[in-house]
């Protein structure tokens, strides 16, 4: 639970707070809005621990009115021996260094961003989420490009290779992801994610690791992978690694058999929690990342957020995820890279970055 609580004319920047809370909630955080402090702090100490934040949010307050409300805050907190963090919203903290400076005396944090604007919205969401959650990793999840069996649904074809399209997709991919930041490549082996991590990745000269739970979660020869001896051959002369795979990593059986999809979902999430690095690209298959995210639920259900890319993923498009605290996925919120989108609804509703 965060709380908001402002002056009774309503959110400062023009902030729809309907629509944040209708975000949050999706993401499994309430947000509860009071214009009065002591009504708010009647609701805080109701909701006990689950409170995770408090959002100040004066358009024209004195020192004293939000020093007042941190202090019953830190008040409360203390008193059940932790720490309830606490965001000052104001137009002071855009023009003033003096406010910034007693804000963080006391321990808080500050908002020096318009939250109407693309850039602000996404800052705000991710303040909420971290107090709530925390985010261990920021994970970017890409499909293959179109492969051979994607042309005319032909799932007869064992471990298909990538179509000229799909090639033509993967340096469209690469030109957009240049600047993308990451520590390491988890890729699926089969043969259509390799070519898509080496054409997309490759100059990177970033560390891949070859893992077996991302295999497709079908059973149809398009989904089974091939023999070590197989793809050492394919990708000869590639820094690719296949030491690390199982001899039979491509038999669908075990925890690669279709009905213990879920549980092969709940082992690759726990080893991605496990992993030290906080900046990590996974390239995997239409199911599998329909299933770890949950994405054709969301969709049927209407529960998308604002800004998120609903449905699954196409053939070569990107999508980032924090991997939060409690093991759940949050959609980044990022602004659309559609040039055209300059109208100030379009400006207020975000769309994950779509790239193909």
Sequence with gaps: TVLWVHDSDGAQFDLDLGALAADLRLGGIQLLTF???????????RVGVSLR???????????????????????LAGRERRHVPVLVVSDAVLISGDVNTQVTSLG??????????????????????????????TITFVRHAQAAHNVDQDWSIRDPALTDLGKRQTQELARKLKDLAYDIIVSSPLRRTLQTTLSVFGASRRPVILQSLLQEGGDSPC???????????????????????????????????????????????????????????????GML??????????????????????GEFDNCEARRYWLLGNGGWFPVPEQS???????????RRFRTLRFC
């Design 108 to 137: 808080e944090s500050t908002f020096a961003h318009d939250a109407s604007t693309a850039e602000g919205y996404m800052a705000l969401v991710e303040w909420i989420v971290r107090r709530c959650f925390g985010i261990e990793k």
């Design 35 to 45: 214009t009065d402090k002591d009504r708010a702090m009647a609701a805080a100490r």
């Design 289 to 310: 990342l329909d299933e770890l995210l949950g994405l054709e639920d969301r969709l049927e259900r209407g529960r998308t957020m604002s800004w998120e890319r609903p």
């Design 53 to 75: 934040g408090v959002v100040q949010d004066w358009r024209s307050a004195s020192a004293n009115r939000w020093r007042h409300l941190i202090e019953k805050v830190h008040d």
């Design 223 to 285: 989904d089974m992978g091939s023999d070590k001896a197989t793809l050492r051959n394919w990708f000869a002369g590639t820094p690719l690694k296949f030491d690390g795979l199982e001899d039979d990593w491509y038999i669908k059986e075990g925890i690669n058999h279709v009905n213990r999809l879920p549980e092969r979902i709940g082992r690759l999430v726990a080893w991605l929690r496990g992993r030290p690095e906080t900046s990590i690209v996974v390239v995997a298959h």
């Design 337 to 347: 890279d559609d040039a055209d989108s300059d109208t100030e609804d379009d400006r």
